[in-house]
């Protein structure tokens, strides 16, 4: 029986894990971690992320095929196939501090990885790492050995998202493995090609050299960042001419070349990823002596920030410009639906410019926990994606701050309502009853254009959309963009 150990219980250790073992019941897969919390959880009832159909999959195949343990060292030391799926963080101190990535916690696997082995292994690089770390890992697991066990190792990227992980895994739109062009590598690619190839179709598994795949991985996340910036972008222009987004959206997205994926406008993009690859990237050009190349993907950013801080203006403006000590209902507080993971959610950076202008906000969101959300308003910038155990206990929590578990709870005696999340309930809100709860003039603000902007006027709210076509009350307002 083939054994593969996965280095990184996290949320795509996890969950790619899981589908592994589901897929291949001939191989036997153990997830380790150094959390011993995290790993305790995926042995419970509870499992650590919430991802929807992963339980399922984990209870099938718990303690058949597919084990979680802390004994890092001692499953390393027995797998013919480890991956490392831990966290590569953006750097918050030192050389390249708020754009390189941190591989701390890669470079401290690889060198447990060649310290515990006895046998020779393939190691597989899950994580997204800059373009070039296979040589760098190689190095560490090569001279760090005097056993002379073989090393190979493979870059295999993962392309998940949060909230779809499950479907993306089962239905790849491609698996992409790169290796040395040497025979060993070949013959490495083949191994774990063998792998996927209990459920992948072979045509959807792309093999390259391994610089091609690391890089594709940070290409990837770059031009689908680069597609909501760009959207987001015409949102503004759209708000300025009267334009609506949405039918912007759909008349270029019918165009096969540029397609209707990928293209909705909102707050801004956040995630665990696309920030940071992409202020990775723009280091490795600086590096590289590409300025312009850095510029170049620099504005995603840009335009990323942006579009949070006019959010951020639209309701102060909007709300007679103050909202000191107003009552401000934050309804989604995760960085996309159906997850409850908060890096670099956009909330963060939206409630934190609230709160700069003094709002009282209560926040509801379903998945998100009280104490997430006061960890996440009180971290600084970039230690937010490092995992949440590995930071600081939760600070005391912010004054200001309430968080409730019902959306009319939330709303109730509010001024103004953030939609900031765009889970499935908001679209299905008792919107009357929330209006007739709220202080008057009602005010809302869609993020993530989730709600029928005329039914909502009709009612009485005072709307404002994303990118949507002002509010008569909006346009009267002096200029934010
Ligand atoms: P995560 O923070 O959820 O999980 C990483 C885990 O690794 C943590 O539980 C941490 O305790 C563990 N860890 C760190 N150092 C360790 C060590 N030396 N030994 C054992 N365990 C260790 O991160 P994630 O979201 O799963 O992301 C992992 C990687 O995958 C990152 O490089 C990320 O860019 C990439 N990625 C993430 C996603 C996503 O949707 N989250 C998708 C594609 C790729
Ligand atoms: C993203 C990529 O989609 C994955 O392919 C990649 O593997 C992953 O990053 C990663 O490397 O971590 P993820 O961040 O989980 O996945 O979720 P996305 O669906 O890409 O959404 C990212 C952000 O963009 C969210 O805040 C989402 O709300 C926003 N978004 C997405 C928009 O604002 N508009 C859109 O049209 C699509």
Known sequence: MVKICCIGAGYVGGPTMAVIALKCPNIEVTVVDISTHRINAWN???LPIYEPGLEDIVKKCRGKNLFFSS???????????????????TKTHGLGAGKAADLTYWESAARMIAD??????IVVEKSTVPVKTAEAIERILTHNNGKGTNFTILSNPEFLAEGTAIQDLFNPDRVLIGGRETPDGQKAIKVLKDVYLNWVPEER??????????LSKLAANAFLAQRISSVNAMSALCEATGADVSQVSHAIGTDSRIGPKFLSSSVGFGGSCFQKDILNLVYICECNGLPEVANYWKQVIMVND???A????RVVSSMFNTVSAKKIAVLGFAFKKDTGDTRETPAI???KGLLGDRARLSIYDPQVTEDQMMKDLSMRKYDKDHPAHLQPPSPTSIKQVSVVWDAYEAVKDAHGVCILTEWDEFRKLDYQKVYDSMQKPAFLFDGRNVVDVRELRKIGFIVYSIGKPLDPWLKDMPSVA
Do not use: G, M
């Open 349 to 351: 950076d939206v409630c």
């Open 116 to 121: 515990v082995s006895k046998s020779d292994k």
């Open 71 to 89: 004994e890092v060292e001692k499953n390393v030391a027995e797998a013919d196939i480890v991956f490392v799926s831990v966290n590569t963080p």
């Open 310 to 313: 006019r959010f951020v203006n």
């Open 44 to 46: 419970s009832e509870h």
């Open 205 to 214: 598994i792309i093999c390259t050299n391994l610089w091609s795949a690391e």
């Open 306 to 308: 942006y579009q949070k």
